[in-house]
């Protein structure tokens, strides 16, 4: 224990110093480790570069290449063309349009600071140009793409998937649920403040403009489709789906809508091989320091005092959502999955909680934490993008994480709803 609270103390300096997250991880691990134990360096160099050797982090840079293809490549904008024929003359029409375009963006990209970026460019003008507020805007557009953490193909699943052992497939299929019902509840938000507000609405589309958005939109909607349905139909596995989906993309940019060029191609390949480069350093020093957990035993001692004081799943999924809740406002999703996943696993088998339906629990908060006062990812993504500051935004936020969080738990505590697609 002596060992524990001095690796963590130096964690949490680290962190407050302000060291990058994979810095702060790896060594305090590497510190205490050789200084506190006899473990070799060796074994803690093999652990770190272990950490990334799975095939199912292979995913991970061809899903992030894959979205940077499409939203340069014209296919986030027509699926923003679709949404407001489909939703456009709702009460709300424009809030509605930037809702569901996250949600369809999100299916595309994986990436909720992505989606942000992407739809904001767009919808942030039109949006302010019809008479929203700009705080209300902006904080629509830190909770919209949010969702893309959970609507597969989601990085923050084949991540928990990759840590934990459970089939990503099977973590998508649930997240389709679990994404649809979170935006359900932003969009009933938003009819309620368009309403009082008194917002008017788009005219609405004609049969033929919907069968033109929905022609233009085609390519763009096969992806998923090409994901699911090649990984269920036994095709191929989500690591090959995101290389198809890779290559797919970059063909109809290039070819079928023409906005890609070879100039375009070279900056898109470098900022993808940046990004993901981030993002295995983070999961490689993660599981490095999980792995130096499991050899003090901290799961264990984890799975023993969850278990002597929380005796049902019931209560167990209400301290997980509220920890969670707590470290989605402070650290980035993918850190907490990789911390934090290996540790609860355990008891919730114990407690008879099926792997899937935590996962998707897990990713739900974080999602929502990632527009979650003061440190939300999405906050200063779309504070970048408007301009508004987050204070500013900040009423807009807390109403949409009061729906989110109905939403959060109808997917803790009514585990049928997202489990139906995986039992099928």
């Excluded at 893309?148 to 840590?163: D, E, F, K, M, N």
């Excluded at 994404?179 to 788009?202: E, W």
């Excluded at 990004?275 to 320091?289: D, F, G, N, R």
Aim: glycine letters at 8%.
């Amino acid at each position: 224990m002596f060992i524990l609270t001095i690796l963590l103390i130096f964690l949490l300096v680290l962190l407050f110093l302000g060291a990058p997250i994979f810095v702060s991880l790896s060594l305090s691990t590497f510190l205490v480790a050789i200084f506190m134990t006899d473990t070799n360096v060796m074994v803690l160099v093999q652990s770190l570069f272990g950490g990334i050797d799975q095939f199912a982090l292979m995913a991970l840079p061809f899903f992030i290449l894959a979205a940077n293809f499409m939203d340069v490549g014209g296919l986030s904008k027509r699926i923003m063309d679709l949404a407001r024929t489909l939703v456009g003359h709702l009460t709300g029409g424009l809030a509605m349009t930037t809702q569901v375009s996250s949600m369809m963006f999100g299916a595309l990209s994986g990436s909720g600071p992505a989606t942000v970026v992407a739809i904001g460019k767009v919808m942030y003008p039109e949006m302010t140009n019809r008479n929203y507020p700009a705080p209300f805007a902006a904080g629509l557009l830190a909770s919209a793409g949010a969702v893309a953490l959970i609507i597969p193909p989601s990085i923050t699943l084949i991540v928990y998937g990759a840590v934990t052992g459970v089939s990503v497939g099977n973590l998508f299929m649930a997240g389709i649920t679990a994404g649809i019902i979170i935006g359900l509840s932003s969009m009933v938000y938003i009819y309620i403040y368009a309403k009082r507000q008194g917002i008017p609405r788009d005219p609405k589309s004609t049969w033929p403009q919907l069968g033109k958005a929905l022609k233009n939109a085609s390519w763009a909607i096969l992806v998923p489709v090409i994901i699911l349905g090649g990984i269920y139909s036994g095709i191929f596995t989500p690591t090959e789906a995101a290389g198809i989906s890779a290559v797919y993309a970059l063909l109809i940019g290039m070819f079928v809508y023409r906005e890609i060029n070879i100039t375009k191609l070279i900056s898109i390949c470098r900022e993808s091989a940046i990004t993901s480069a981030q993002i295995l350093i983070m999961v490689a020093s993660a599981q490095l320091l999980g792995w130096f957990l499991t050899r003090l035993q901290v799961p264990q001692m984890m799975t023993e005092i969850f278990l002597d004081n929380i005796t049902t799943a019931f209560f167990f999924l209400l301290m997980l959502n509220i920890i969670l809740l707590v470290m989605g406002m402070f650290m980035e999703g993918m850190a907490a999955i990789v911390i934090l996943a290996p540790l609860i696993l355990p008891a919730s088998q114990v407690l008879g909680i099926d792997p899937v339906h935590l996962g998707i629990v897990m990713v739900s908060n974080l999602a929502i934490g990632m527009f979650t006062p003061p440190f939300g990812l999405n906050i200063f993504v779309s504070s970048s993008v408007t301009e508004v500051g987050m204070v500013k935004m900040l009423p807009t936020v807390l109403k949409f994480f009061l729906f989110n969080l109905v939403a959060l738990l109808i997917i803790t505590y009514v585990p049928q709803i997202v489990l139906f697609l995986p039992s099928l």
